[in-house]
């Protein structure tokens, strides 16, 4: 190749290069504007890490805390909520379905994680997504002795589907641990011992932090 043809060479090289920096540059700026809107849950979250083990070491820390999208779901008359209605709380929100074999074998530890730490500063956010009305999924409640965990649900999967779109759910239950501001500390698909010491000792540390 000529010294004439080296020279024309270069402007795409140099140019895929500009364009690469520009993205790592958007990259930084849209991760700042991340950290800035959930400041707190960005200092909190490197304190939460080596929480993460034992019972639910497979907790996943966010590396860059991001507010949660706005769900609505029911209570158990069919009022209308939303998890908007739950800022100013650390909530451990759980999607579970009585079909789903996994979150029924968690739901008693749910239910002690509520009773012992929730209250003002806390609380346990079950969703269920059983399609139909409220009967099933409250009879389950019943036939297990559920006593401290409030009843929500959405039969239309929405909060699901909103979730795996921001890719926090695949399956159930899925399980995310939010600050009082509604931003998502970390996540974990799958069942976990929620009456767990490591668990008490996370949240605690969420709610404290």
């Not at 080296?6 to 795409?12: E, G, H, M, Y």
């Not at 070491?57 to 779901?73: G, Q």
């Not at 159930?172 to 931003?183: F, H, K, Q, R, V």
Request: charge should be negative.
């Amino acid at each position: 190749m000529s010294d004439t043809e080296k020279k024309r060479a270069l402007p795409p090289l140099t140019a895929l290069a500009t364009a690469l920096v520009l993205f790592l540059a958007a990259c930084g700026d849209a991760k700042e504007e991340t950290v800035a809107a959930c400041p707190a849950a960005a200092a909190k979250t490197a304190a939460l890490k080596p929480l993460a083990s034992g019972e639910i070491a497979a907790f996943a820390i966010s590396d860059v805390p991001t507010p949660l999208p706005v769900f609505e779901f029911t209570d158990r008359d069919g009022k209308p909520t939303s998890t908007a209605d739950m800022k100013g709380k650390t909530v451990l929100l759980n999607l579970w379905a009585t079909w789903c074999a996994p979150c029924r074998h968690e739901m008693p530890a749910l239910d002690k994680l509520q009773a012992e730490l929730g209250g003002e500063k806390f609380q346990v956010l079950p969703v269920s997504i059983d399609r139909g009305g409220p009967q099933k999924p409250l009879g389950f409640y019943d036939e297990i002795g559920i006593a401290a965990l409030p009843f929500y649900q959405d039969g239309t999967m929405g909060i699901f589907n909103g979730l795996k779109k921001e890719g926090y759910a695949f399956g159930l239950p899925a399980t995310l641990l939010l600050d009082e501001e509604g931003c998502v500390l970390g996540n974990l698909n799958g069942p976990a011992d929620w009456a767990s010491d490591e668990a008490r000792a996370m949240v605690k540390a969420a709610i404290g932090g």
